[in-house]
């Protein structure tokens, strides 16, 4: 539950910070390239996708156990 909070937190603070952000790049993948994005978006969002699979991750092997 802590880690959707924290995770909607970040989402909501990108959402204030992205409107000063003018600096964008294209993201690389699987030979396709995707729109411009701003690089605080894509720093962000790999960040929490990141913290969302290590909370998943962390609840599944204590499961297990």
């Known amino acids: 539950f802590f880690t959707v909070i924290l995770n909607l937190t ?4 990108l959402i204030i910070g992205i409107q000063n952000s003018s600096e964008k790049r294209k993201v690389y993948f699987l030979n396709e390239e995707s729109i411009n994005l701003p690089i605080s978006f894509i720093t962000v969002i790999s960040f929490i996708n990141g913290s969302i699979t290590g909370g998943f991750l962390t609840l599944f092997y204590s499961k297990k156990e």
Do not use: E, T
């Open 10 to 13: 970040f989402f909501f603070i």
